[in-house]
């Protein structure tokens, strides 16, 4: 299977700790995005990086959250310390920006639950 | 800004029926792409289609079809002799050209295809 994989698919943890999710892309992809789906919402943006550069960030990434593509490969997305309000899925995405538009291939995402 | 908006919360609909998902959007730019996506209940984004704002003509894919209008800014998902498999979340989406590509969507529309 060649499309965008994430690990792990579900997390449950306990109010405080820190998650990491990692999302490995489709390889020839440069860019990379994460979005965050709560229940009864549609996706929305987080961040995204071209390469290993993280060149947008929005402004629901608050400072528990950082994400991570050291060599421009996969990506991690670490929440410290946290909060029942960051049960979500994570979706990230990739694509490939050489054509007009930059196809985004979404993976199946990472259901997280914190009690 | 750009925003999408469903204004269907949720549709039932005996299978067979004809069922249209509403979507609206607002956007300053000329340039602009949007997207309609199914995602079942596996939780994985299904691509469904994309249409750059230079584009109005309507397209068909079997029982799928889509009626873009920029003089209202709506982009319409018609699902022709729907079938119990069509049950699912559908998100109406926008990009805008040339930036970061992020995708903006809509809160979705439950749609439930009745036996």
């Known amino acids: 299977d060649t499309g965008v994989s994430q690990d792990p698919r579900h997390k449950i943890t306990k109010r405080g700790q820190n998650v990491t999710f990692r999302c490995d892309p489709i390889?020839?992809?440069?860019?990379l995005y994460w979005y965050r789906q709560t229940l009864g919402q549609g996706p929305e943006f987080l961040t995204y990086f071209q390469n290993e550069a993280q060149l947008e960030k929005s402004r629901l990434l608050s400072d528990r959250f950082s994400a991570e593509r050291p060599k421009g490969s996969f990506s991690t997305l670490e929440i410290q310390r946290t909060e029942q309000g960051d049960s979500a899925m994570y979706l990230c995405a990739s694509s490939f920006d050489i054509r007009a538009w930059h196809e985004q291939y979404f993976g199946p995402g990472t259901r997280l639950t914190v009690t | 800004a750009q925003k999408v908006t469903q204004a269907q919360t949720e549709i039932s609909v005996v299978e067979k029926e004809d069922v249209t998902l509403d979507c609206v959007y607002e956007t300053r730019d000329t340039t602009y792409y949007l997207f309609w996506y199914k995602q079942p209940p596996s939780g994985e984004l299904v691509f469904l289609i994309r249409r750059n704002s230079f584009d109005e003509q309507n397209e068909i894919s079997g029982r799928y079809s889509w009626n873009f209008q920029k003089s209202t800014s709506s982009f319409n998902f018609t699902i022709t002799a729907s079938q119990v498999v069509d049950s699912a979340v559908y998100f109406c989406a926008l990009s805008e050209v040339g930036r970061d590509d992020k995708i903006i969507f809509g809160k979705g529309t439950r749609l439930h295809i009745l036996p």
């Open positions: 390889s020839e992809h440069n860019r």
